[in-house]
């Protein structure tokens, strides 16, 4: 008997609240993107069911580095909730992630609903504020491997964010330097412009995609506008912290 986009949206939701890896979706037979979507959806659909409550966004492979580190092309998204957020200076256990990495972020903070074909003065428009984050990412799938519809249903592979203190959006975020630093070591730099060449073109896809499944950007969630470096594996007992130019930083602690 064939399985149904449900029984594979149980499937990865198992796995992500069990923090284990497994084999790709994919293996089983192939899948449009579009089914990526739906399933990803119903996985988080059984979340709220659980009581976790939407929070925002979190937009993907919008930096060439995470393209060509997980071998796609093309930009998607995922949803945060309320259960994924890390305090900023606190710590996440080890032991609900399968593979977990760290990636620098820009996110966005909205003030006003967003949705559909947008033009980046609009969309900077609705934004309250911009705050230095950083994206824990943990793919379910065996070894880090997936094809396109099966790391979007896997809810593009967003298990965690935290946020740094928030500012004013009429700073300009659209070049800033910054460094994230492993046990005070710098493992990667980079610049906000490796968000799509700025940042606000990820607030505008945003927009656009998630008109596509009839959900909007509401006041009050938060966008991450994509990873800006290559991602850095966590470990037990790490300290990170990512120090942005004019900013600030954002930091976490790993534990087992």
């Known amino acids: 008997m064939s399985k149904s986009l449900n029984d594979y949206a149980a499937f990865l939701d198992q796995a992500a609240a069990e923090g284990r890896e497994v084999p790709q979706i994919s293996n089983d037979r192939a899948f449009t993107v579009d089914e990526g979507y739906a399933i990803q959806a119903l996985s988080l659909a ?10 925002g966004v979190k937009m993907g492979l919008t930096s060439r580095v995470k ?10 998204w995922g949803r945060l909730t309320d259960a994924m957020r ?3 200076g606190g710590s996440i256990s080890l032991a609900r992630y399968a593979h977990p990495r760290v990636e620098p972020e820009l996110a966005f903070l909205m003030k006003a609903p967003l949705a559909g074909e947008v033009s980046a003065v609009e969309a900077l428009a609705a ?23 099966d790391v979007v249903a896997d809810n593009s592979s967003s ?11 009429t700073l300009d975020f659209s070049n800033l330097g910054l460094v994230m630093e ?11 412009a490796a968000i ?52 600030g930083s954002v930091s976490f602690s790993v534990k087992e």
């Open 182 to 192: 492993a046990d005070g070591r710098a493992v990667q730099m980079g610049s906000t």
């Open 86 to 88: 890390v305090e900023e």
């Open 196 to 247: 799509l060449g700025q940042p606000v073109r990820s607030l505008v896809a945003a927009a656009r995609m998630v008109a596509r499944w009839g959900e909007s950007l509401k006041p009050g969630d938060i966008v991450l506008a994509g990873g800006i470096t290559a991602a850095h594996p966590l470990a037990v007992g790490m300290h990170i912290r990512t120090q942005f130019q004019t900013l």
């Open 46 to 55: 059984r979340r709220y069911g659980r009581g976790e409550r939407r929070v």
């Open 67 to 76: 393209m060509t580190q997980v071998g796609v092309n093309e930009v998607i």
């Open 159 to 169: 298990s965690g964010f935290v946020l740094g203190g928030w500012h004013s959006p």
């Open 127 to 149: 934004v309250e504020a911009v705050a230095p984050a950083m994206e824990i990412i943990d793919s379910r799938y065996q070894d880090f491997k997936f094809t396109l519809p």
